[in-house]
């Protein structure tokens, strides 16, 4: 019986990672990466400073690995990855704005002091 259930393991992981791969597959995996670095930075980023910090690359991350995966959900025709993907990447987008905005106005308030 585990002969068998490790066959059928070995079998099916077999298939996913090896039968099943093709250039999309790769563009996921990429896009998980870059996904997944999105925590990583917003990690190193907050044991530097001694509390929790989002950095800019937090979103570019968040922003790119999302257009990328939500490019490979479209193309898989996943509904789920898709309306999840394609929330996201309208959060990561406003968010992104906020941040953007804020640093512009910072920038303006400080040039208006230097005159």
Excluded: C, H
Aim: positive net charge; hydrophobic residues 55%.
């Amino acid at each position: 019986m585990l002969i068998d259930l490790s066959q059928a393991v070995g079998g099916y992981l077999y298939d996913v990672f090896v039968t099943r791969v093709d250039w999309w597959v790769f563009l996921g995996i990429v896009a998980q990466g870059l996904f997944t670095m999105r925590f990583v930075v917003q990690w190193l980023a907050s044991e530097k400073a001694g509390k929790s910090v989002v950095p800019m690359a937090f979103w570019w991350f968040s922003i790119s690995g999302g257009v990328l995966l939500l490019a490979y959900a479209l193309y898989r025709r996943d509904p789920v990855f898709i309306a999840g993907q394609g929330f996201g990447v309208f959060v990561y987008l406003r968010n992104l704005q906020f941040v953007l905005r804020e640093r512009k106005a910072g920038r303006e308030v400080q040039g208006k002091g230097a005159g």
